[in-house]
T-cell receptor, first 113, second 113 residues
């Protein structure tokens, strides 16, 4: 199995631009999580999906952030418009139906200038 | 309030020395417990997990952790550290039946030659 796949690995953009981060979970996993990691705040859960349905988005910082999961093998996290304070590493993780451990992707390092 | 505490932000040990990383949690009931490791520029990799049963759990890369209910702790240990163990280590908890995994702030491990 290829594990959780995230793209792009690095993204540099200018303030005000739209940013879309992508995630492909492990095949067969039915839960998907989006995290943000910064030096100041550590790892924060932004949103998670069960069976493609958003369950808890209370961690999404602002309306500028949105996430979708149109099918079991793909999810996106969009920031529009982006701001410098959104600069962070964004991780996607997935989990199978019968386990509680999450498997993390390699992350997307986002820099907003 | 539910929380996960890793008291040590940074630990330095000599190669070959023993290691113990501390983790304490505050939850209403015994949660699922995890240790993850993050190498620079990488995602998080699961080292080990505790759900129930034997309170001493073995993980990958020679790591082990001991669950102590009376102390609400789940400390990570390794008898002899290798230079390749230098990384950031995260303790995480997930309440039973709950998707909400909480991470500690992390402990950065430096290994001296």
């Amino acid at each position: 199995d290829a594990g959780v796949i995230q793209s792009p690995r690095h993204e540099v953009t200018e303030m005000g631009q739209e940013v879309t981060l992508r995630c492909k979970p492990i095949s067969g996993h039915n839960s998907l999580f989006w995290y943000r990691q910064t030096m100041m705040r550590g790892l924060e859960l932004l949103i998670y999906f069960n069976n493609n349905v958003p369950i808890d988005d209370s961690g999404m910082p602002e309306d500028r952030f949105s996430a979708k999961m149109p099918n079991a093998s793909f999810s996106t996290l969009k920031i529009q418009p982006s701001e410098p304070r959104d600069s962070a590493v964004y991780f996607c993780a997935s989990r199978g139906q019968y386990g509680n451990e999450q498997f993390f992707g390699p992350g997307t390092r986002l820099t907003v200038l | 309030a539910q929380s996960v505490t890793q008291p040590d932000i940074h630990i330095t040990v000599s190669e070959g020395a023993s290691l113990e990383l501390r983790c304490n949690y505050s939850y209403g009931a015994t949660p699922y417990l995890f240790w993850y490791v993050q190498s620079p520029g990488q995602g998080l990799q699961l080292l080990l997990k505790y759900f129930s049963g034997d309170t001493l759990v073995q993980g990958i890369k020679g790591f082990e952790a001991e669950f102590k209910r009376s102390q609400s702790s789940f400390n990570l240990r390794k008898p002899s550290v290798h230079w390749s163990d230098a990384a950031e280590y995260f303790c995480a908890v997930a309440p039973l039946g709950n998707n909400d995994m909480r991470f500690g702030a992390g402990t950065r491990l430096t290994v001296k030659p």
